[in-house]
């Protein structure tokens, strides 16, 4: 039985004092982790804060991104160590934003999950196409050479310990969203390509659908039987609309 993530990217948003607000009002929100893991990945500055008034909740604690290399000089970059020390469990690798605007390639977002895994952190791996490859029918196309590219440098082990958030481009802070349906096939395509390295493995790994979640969509994206999360965006900055979504599970 894999058990469903709810996991907030924060994104360049929210200052300390933010930070303090958001978190506090979810604590005092009600949601149950028994029936989903639930993770926040606030911005770097905001890791301290978010990691101390997470302390002793069932609430853990992502970064949004960390270098490939161990430590040395790589001015403005963030180690996994860095992360752990801080408390972090996750961090999101080779979101889109990433891959357009840092031109961060497969073989990239490839080494900084190896280094990851080897470190101890658990990577949740984005990968998804545009709305132009979508609309020229490469959707399967796009997406298996992300998997496969992604994934290359892992061992059965470690895609057993890897998430995989599928995230079509064209949904990501749009308004739009893939259909329940639409979101099924994408994520019923990556768990059997995941089947032809290992079919165990395959049925243990968790795949999170990301691409404007929100309260009203959630329940129906989440009860499809190949999405097992999600990778929540601008809903995650709301307590009460991050609390509904965990609450959809």
């Known amino acids: 039985m894999r058990k469903p993530i709810i996991a907030g990217n924060w994104k360049m948003n929210c200052t300390v004092a933010e930070t303090e607000k958001l978190i506090s009002d979810l604590l005092a929100g009600e949601f149950d982790t028994s029936r989903a893991e639930v993770v926040v990945c606030p911005p770097f500055?905001?890791?301290?804060?978010?990691?101390?008034?997470?302390?002793?909740?069932?609430?853990?604690?992502?970064?949004?991104?960390?270098?490939?290399?161990?430590?040395?000089?790589?001015?403005?970059?963030?180690?996994?160590e860095m992360l752990l020390t801080v408390g972090a469990a996750f961090v999101i690798l080779g979101h889109s934003e990433r891959r357009q605007y840092h031109a961060e390639s497969?073989?990239?977002?490839?080494?900084?999950?190896?280094?990851a895994l080897d470190s101890g952190l658990i990577p949740i791996i984005c990968v998804g196409e545009t709305l132009e490859q979508r609309e020229r029918g490469e959707t399967e196309s796009v997406v298996d050479g992300?998997?496969?590219?992604?994934?290359?440098?892992?061992?059965?082990?470690?895609?057993?310990?890897?998430?995989?958030?599928?995230?079509?481009?064209?949904?990501?802070?749009?308004?739009?969203?893939?259909?329940?349906?639409?979101?099924?096939?994408?994520?019923?395509?990556?768990?059997?390509?995941?089947?032809?390295?290992?079919?165990?493995?395959?049925?243990?790994?968790?795949?999170?659908?990301?691409?404007?979640?929100?309260?009203?969509?959630?329940?129906d994206l989440l009860a499809q039987d190949d999405i097992d999360g999600a990778l929540v965006g601008g809903a995650s900055l709301k307590a009460d609309g991050f609390i509904a979504i965990i609450n959809s599970v």
């Open 146 to 219: 992300q998997v496969a590219g992604t994934l290359a440098e892992l061992t059965t082990e470690d895609l057993v310990k890897t998430v995989i958030a599928y995230e079509p481009v064209w949904a990501i802070g749009t308004g739009r969203t893939a259909t329940p349906e639409m979101a099924q096939e994408v994520h019923r395509f990556i768990r059997e390509r995941l089947s032809e390295r290992d079919t165990s493995a395959a049925e243990q790994v968790r795949i999170l659908y990301g691409g404007s979640v929100n309260a009203d969509n959630a329940a």
């Open 106 to 115: 497969d073989r990239l977002v490839s080494a900084k999950a190896r280094r």
């Open 45 to 80: 500055t905001a890791l301290g804060t978010a990691a101390r008034l997470l302390d002793g909740s069932p609430v853990r604690l992502g970064g949004q991104n960390m270098s490939e290399h161990k430590s040395g000089a790589y001015t403005g970059e963030v180690s996994a």
